[in-house]
């Protein structure tokens, strides 16, 4: 049974930074890439940013570009995501998934999700 488990969640101001993890388990890590997607209030959810299997393809929403990174750990099994200069638009609860191909950022591509975490920007 594939588990995904985010964490570092929580209440900043805007500007400040966050750091999410998301430890996996129950299927290959290195085998899959992985994203971060994202849900606000009253909205769709949306792609943040994915990672390619090996680490060594990136790829970013517009939204994302400059402020986020994503990073993975494949001896660790974790997928990181640090965020800075946080804005209050970032505002959502934000999903770990794993993918179902070596690397994808079309959502529909992704089999196997996190519960979430909340991040809360403050203005």
């Known amino acids: 049974q594939v588990q995904l488990v985010e964490s570092g969640g929580g209440l900043v101001q805007a500007g400040g930074s966050l750091r999410l993890s998301c430890a996996a388990s129950?299927?290959?890590?290195?085998?899959?890439?992985m994203g971060w997607f994202r849900q606000a209030p009253g909205k769709e959810r949306e792609f943040v940013a994915a990672?390619?299997?090996?680490?060594?393809?990136?790829y970013y929403a517009n939204s994302a570009k400059g402020r986020f990174t994503i990073s993975r750990d494949n001896a660790k099994n974790t997928v990181y995501l640090q965020m800075n200069n946080l804005k209050p638009e970032d505002t959502a609860v934000y999903y770990c998934?794993?993918?179902?191909?070596?690397?994808?950022?079309?959502?529909?591509?992704?089999?196997?999700w996190g519960q979430g975490t909340q991040i809360t920007v403050s203005s």
């Open positions: 998934a794993s993918a179902s191909t070596a690397w994808s950022w079309r959502e529909y591509e992704y089999d196997y």
């Open positions: 129950g299927r290959t890590f290195s085998r899959y890439g």
């Open positions: 990672i390619s299997r090996s680490g060594d393809n990136t």
